[in-house]
């Protein structure tokens, strides 16, 4: 068994014929525990291979980070309301004119500018057990709005049109970092490998003559209690839970996924994973449909042909058409706050 680091999904039971000829590394870079696996013949090659997928996370956390003061996002952020356009990277913009597209798409569900909450609920490395005022998320609220980030394709630039915006990338920059990771690793000949960064994951290629078995995490479960599992080939899938950063209360669970139009945590799911075309694509939208749930969410997903399955504030599990039949449910998820 091949057990990842611990997060919604995790595949099982490899099934590798030549063990001898895996190797499997982790790194730390965005916040979070890369995973990379590759088989093959020539373990020196494989583990270039990997390393050079690393190397390409590092750069594109460097250039996206809000955690150091000399990042493309930092400066956009610390130009707020100036009126200054920063120049950005193409891989930057690209980033950012995806973000823009999946706001529309979701009708602001996806809002990069819910990083003006910054510094105000407290679920990363401030993480203290203290919660916000009222009156302090509702004056930030105010501030979060996707149409405020004004971007010039043409000369690469971006800049956010009031003070006090800050924009965050950690809802979709690990699924352009995966997919940047897959491109790579696939130039330089690989097929069967595995892909992971937190909640993403992309699943190359099979296991010997089977395809990959994929656990999906109980929310309120251990890291490998599964509720449900897919056989995948040449598939990504994108988790958004409620169970990774989070407060509990005596009556609620406050997590790190905010709904843009309340400020407060999103309560309509507690977990969705998102089988789709890309990591890009599925990272970024899974926040959105965790925020909508699948009553308000599943008209899109039909839509664009997502596979989707969410376990729901109220702990059901809801199954979009394109995953009917293709997801085995071995339980029904734990109950709790």
């Not at 680091?5 to 000829?21: I, R």
């Not at 449909?289 to 664009?304: E, N, Q, R, S, T």
């Amino acid at each position: 068994m091949i057990r990842l680091s611990p997060v919604a999904v995790c595949l099982v039971a490899a099934g590798v014929a030549h063990a001898d000829h895996l190797v499997d590394r982790t790194h730390k870079a965005m916040g979070t525990e890369l995973r990379i696996t590759v088989w093959g013949e020539d373990d020196a090659k494989m583990v270039e291979g990997i390393d050079a997928a690393f190397a390409e996370f590092d750069r594109l956390e460097r250039l996206m980070t809000t955690w150091t003061e000399d990042s493309e996002l930092t400066k956009i952020n610390q130009a707020a309301g100036n009126g200054q356009p920063i120049s950005v990277s193409e891989e930057t913009m690209t980033v950012l004119e995806k973000s823009r597209e999946l706001s529309r798409l979701t009708g602001g569900a996806f809002d990069i500018t819910v990083g003006s909450f910054w510094g105000l609920w407290k679920f990363d490395q401030d993480r203290d057990g203290s919660l916000p005022a009222r009156a302090d998320v509702l004056a930030r609220k105010r501030l979060v709005d996707w149409r405020d980030v004004i971007l010039d394709a043409k000369n690469r630039t971006a800049r956010l049109r009031r003070a006090g915006q800050r924009i965050t990338l950690g809802g979709i920059a690990k699924g352009y970092a995966v997919d940047r990771a897959v491109a790579l690793l696939r130039a330089r000949g690989f097929v069967d490998f595995i892909v992971q960064g937190g909640g993403d994951m992309f699943v190359a290629g099979r296991r010997g003559d089977r395809r990959w078995r994929v656990g999906i995490r109980d929310p309120r479960g251990g890291p490998t209690d599964f509720f449900a599992m897919a056989e995948v080939e040449d598939a990504t899938f994108s988790t958004s839970g409620d169970y990774e950063r989070y407060v509990l209360a005596p009556d609620r669970r406050y997590h790190h996924i905010l709904d843009p139009r309340t400020g407060y945590p999103a309560t309509a799911s507690r977990s969705v994973t998102v089988m789709g075309p890309d990591a890009f694509t599925s990272d970024g939208i899974s926040k959105a449909l965790f925020i909508l749930g699948p009553k308000k969410a599943m008209p899109l997903v039909d839509k664009l042909g997502l596979g989707v399955v969410w376990v729901t504030g109220d702990n059901r599990i809801v199954v979009s058409k394109k995953l009917e039949g293709k997801l085995h449910i071995l339980k029904q998820p734990t109950d709790g706050i």
